[in-house]
């Protein structure tokens, strides 16, 4: 048996969707199984639906300012996909937790997800490691799985422009 911790990529999957919604059904099934999700029903309208309900839930966490706001709103999007963990072996690759129902349609499976992903993420690495890039003009959301926890940006290249503006303002 392994355990899914959920945590770590739960979050990098809710960012790297919410930096780039899907724009169709096929889109978003596409990149859930890139991710390494297996999908155990057909994907639809409905589904993208719900995903982009999770989506618009998960980015008021990310831009909460305060951990107590931020756990209110992590609370609610766990109350609504509430489930009871569960003992699975649904793609035959070993028994493992699930914090959801069997079969539930792809829309469902991502909020439940995302929720106790997210959950799990700010309880075991800090409620501040969830955030979006420190330069002001790139709205990009990263989850930080550093070492420190003292990310600020979501890739070096905005890290070196940020340098580069800093400096050219010292000089100036």
């Known amino acids: 048996m392994h355990l899914n911790p959920y945590g770590t990529d ?15 059904a096929e889109e978003l ?3 859930c199984r890139a991710a390494g999700l297996t999908l155990e029903r057909p994907v639809d309208a409905d589904d993208l639906a719900r995903t982009q309900e999770a989506l618009d ?18 609370n ?11 003992l699975t072996d649904h793609a035959g ?4 937790l699930h914090y959801r129902e069997d ?9 439940s997800l995302i929720s106790v992903g997210t959950a799990l993420h700010l309880a075991g690495r ?5 955030r979006r890039c420190a330069v002001t003009e790139c709205t990009t959301i990263f989850a930080d799985t550093s070492r420190t926890g003292r990310q600020r940006y979501c890739s070096q290249r905005c890290a070196n422009r940020d340098a580069v503006r800093r400096h050219r303002a010292r000089a100036a």
């Open 126 to 130: 800090g409620m501040h490691r969830l």
């Open 57 to 74: 839930a998960w980015e008021k966490v990310v831009d909460a300012t305060a951990e107590s706001e931020r756990a209110e709103l992590v």
């Open 103 to 111: 079969r539930q349609p792809l829309g469902a499976l991502l909020f």
């Open 76 to 86: 609610a999007m766990l109350a609504a996909a509430a489930a009871h963990p569960r």
């Open 29 to 31: 099934a596409d990149r």
């Open 10 to 24: 739960a979050v990098n999957l809710a960012a790297d969707l919410a930096n780039s919604r899907p724009a169709g």
């Open 93 to 96: 690759n070993g028994w493992h």
